[in-house]
């Protein structure tokens, strides 16, 4: 059995904290010898604006307890707690030698694969080397070093590990639009009042700048084409969003600058015509929804076509047998859920278990 979670946000007041100890004590531990793996899918702890190694210690009990069960315990970075994949040796040594630290994790179970990642990934996949680095600068925090309160002078200490071109759009925002940057993409956990399709839309607007498709392109053309042709038959269902009907048009021998352009305009379409209010069933909508997630993970990642995808960061919990997909939902608020994964079948449950 697999165990997934995700979305913690230890060290932040909205965790749900307690909530996941008595899942600890009522059910994993209970179950110990039936799961063989327990995949924690990012954001377990929130060091954005907060000193990691307070952050690890002041969550050391969460770690070791779920590390002493038995079985392996993988640990899957995430936006909030992406510098995890980065510590330092002192910070390394409060950590669980059993657990390992990855970007994703490819498990078999029941005789299906299976890919976990955090899923900022599919979000921000147009612009992910800046967001990454983003993400990297929220988690540097120490209150005794100059500078640290300042996320752009992060960004450009940190420019050997960034390309030329996220480096020369830095330099170019204004402030304000820094200052926008900043507010939207570090906002609280709690409290945003848009739609999803709204804030999508409004990442896109404030991170256009930092669309680049000519850098990495290990990624399988064959199989982005299939799935990007795929994707335009439902043209027929959606015929007025023009950018679905044009990606039909793309071929194999279309270089991947073409592809990803085009797939970004179907993108950017899909959630402008969600925003539009026309009357569309929002589970139709839903479903074209993460047919193109899963096509934006394909350029961000290596996820294979046969894997079921099984993600956190959307906050809201759901399993997509159709489309190989699921989240495992968040321990924010009053919200708690798990990701189950036995004989090869996804199930999503609330805890405590109804």
């Given at each position: ?18 909530g ?33 190694s ?19 315990v ?32 490819a498990?078999t179970?029941?005789?299906?694969r ?20 983003f ?11 100059e ?14 590990n960034?390309s ?36 999508v ?53 279309s270089p ?9 305009n179907?993108?950017i379409?899909?959630y ?83």
């Amino acid at each position: 059995m697999i165990i997934a979670v995700s979305d913690l946000h230890l060290g932040d007041p909205a965790s749900n904290r307690n909530g996941f100890l008595s899942f600890i004590e009522e059910f994993l531990k209970p179950n110990c010898n039936e799961i063989t793996e327990l995949v924690l899918l990012g954001d377990i702890l929130d060091i954005w604006r907060r000193n990691t190694s307070s952050v690890i210690r002041d969550n050391l009990d969460i770690l070791e307890d779920v590390c002493n069960l038995g079985f392996n315990v993988h640990y899957t970075v995430g936006n909030h707690d992406f510098i995890m994949k980065e510590l330092s040796p002192r910070e390394l040594t409060y950590i669980p030698k059993n657990m390992t630290v990855s970007d994703g994790q490819a498990l078999t179970n029941g005789g299906s694969r299976f890919r976990f990642i955090h899923g900022h990934q599919m979000s921000y996949w147009y612009a992910l080397p800046f967001y990454e680095a983003f993400s990297r600068a929220m988690c540097v925090f120490d209150p005794e070093v100059e500078d640290t309160s300042n996320i752009w002078t992060i960004i450009q200490k940190q420019s050997g590990n960034l390309s030329r071109f996220i480096i020369d759009r830095v330099h170019e925002l204004s402030e304000k639009e820094k200052v926008q940057i900043e507010m939207k993409l570090a906002g609280p956990l709690l409290g945003h009042t848009s739609t999803i399709e709204e804030s999508v839309i409004e990442d896109y607007n404030l991170l256009r700048k930092f669309v680049n498709f000519k850098g990495d392109q290990s990624h399988s053309m064959s199989s982005i084409h299939d799935e990007m042709i795929s994707l335009s038959s439902e043209s027929v269902n959606f015929p007025k969003i023009e950018s679905l009907v044009d990606l039909g048009k793309v071929t194999q021998e279309s270089p991947y600058e073409q592809l990803a352009g085009n797939f970004l305009n179907v993108w950017i379409g899909v959630y402008q015509w969600m925003n539009s209010g026309r009357d569309t069933k929002r589970e139709e909508m839903m479903q074209l929804v993460r047919r193109i997630q899963r096509i934006a993970l394909m350029f961000s990642t290596d996820v294979d076509g046969d894997e079921f995808l099984i993600h956190g960061h959307g906050h809201n919990s759901y399993v997509d047998n159709a489309d190989r997909m699921a989240d495992s939902g968040c321990w924010i608020g009053n919200k708690t859920s798990f990701i189950k994964i036995d004989d090869g079948i996804v199930t999503c449950k609330p805890w405590p278990i109804r």
